[in-house]
């Protein structure tokens, strides 16, 4: 008598549901690896406003004035010396000098009475108070807005989102 013995390996089916399972999970984990375009135009919006109040509160507290000056790339907070001259805070951890993300610029800056030309730049004033403002951060086609109110907030929104505009 002969034993024969089967080996038994893989079908072909048993093999493409095997690599459709890894693609599907591949896919799943990169996805959630890779941040949301928008979340990034969000998280940068959120870090400006909170960064804002931030200098808002150190110019009550320190009985300053401070400003922040924004270019297309990135922006930076200033300081007015004894001498009436605005100074950059590089010492300062929290307000230094921030680049913005690649691919992320601040496509627009509308400061309530502030000139036209130049860099522009937003006053905070040791009374907590400052001009309406609207600083628009985009990525491509998306955009989202920090606003600041004459009442002294600040926020950060989806301008494509707020009530009232479709």
Same mark, same amino acid.
């Not at 080996?7 to 459709?20: A, D, K, N, P, Q």
């Not at 086609?141 to 505009?165: C, F, H, M, S, Y």
């Given at each position: 008598?002969?034993?024969?013995?089967?080996?038994?390996? @893989? $079908?072909?089916?048993?093999?493409?549901?095997?690599?459709?399972?890894?693609?599907? +999970?591949?896919?799943?984990?990169?996805?959630n690896?890779?941040?949301?375009?928008? #979340?990034?135009?969000?998280?940068? !919006?959120?870090?400006? /406003?909170?960064l804002?109040? #931030?200098?808002?509160?150190e110019?009550?507290?320190? %009985?300053k004035? &401070? /400003?922040?000056? *924004?270019?297309?790339?990135?922006?930076? @907070? *200033?300081?007015?010396?004894?001498?009436?001259?605005?100074?950059?805070?590089?010492?300062?951890?929290? &307000?230094?000098?921030?680049?913005?993300?690649?691919?992320?610029?601040?496509?627009? +800056?509308?400061?309530?009475? !502030?000139?036209?030309?130049?860099?522009?730049? &937003?006053?905070?004033?040791? $009374?907590?108070? @400052?001009?309406? @403002? $609207?600083?628009?951060?985009?990525? %491509?086609?998306?955009?989202?807005?920090?606003? %600041? #109110?004459?009442?002294?907030?600040?926020?950060?929104?989806?301008? !494509? /989102? /707020?009530?009232?505009?479709?």
């Amino acid at each position: 008598m002969h034993a024969r013995h089967r080996t038994r390996g @893989f $079908t072909l089916i048993e093999v493409v549901v095997v690599v459709l399972i890894i693609v599907i +999970v591949l896919g799943i984990v990169s996805a959630n690896l890779e941040p949301n375009r928008e #979340t990034v135009v969000h998280d940068e !919006a959120d870090r400006l /406003a909170l960064l804002l109040q #931030t200098a808002q509160q150190e110019a009550i507290l320190q %009985g300053k004035v &401070l /400003a922040i000056a *924004l270019e297309r790339q990135g922006y930076y @907070f *200033l300081a007015l010396d004894d001498k009436g001259e605005f100074k950059p805070m590089d010492e300062d951890e929290v &307000l230094r000098a921030r680049p913005l993300p690649r691919d992320i610029v601040i496509s627009s +800056v509308d400061i309530e009475g !502030a000139p036209e030309s130049g860099t522009p730049r &937003l006053m905070l004033l040791p $009374t907590g108070e @400052f001009p309406p @403002f $609207t600083i628009t951060l985009s990525r %491509g086609n998306l955009r989202w807005q920090v606003q %600041g #109110t004459p009442a002294g907030e600040i926020k950060a929104e989806n301008p !494509a /989102a /707020a009530p009232g505009k479709v």
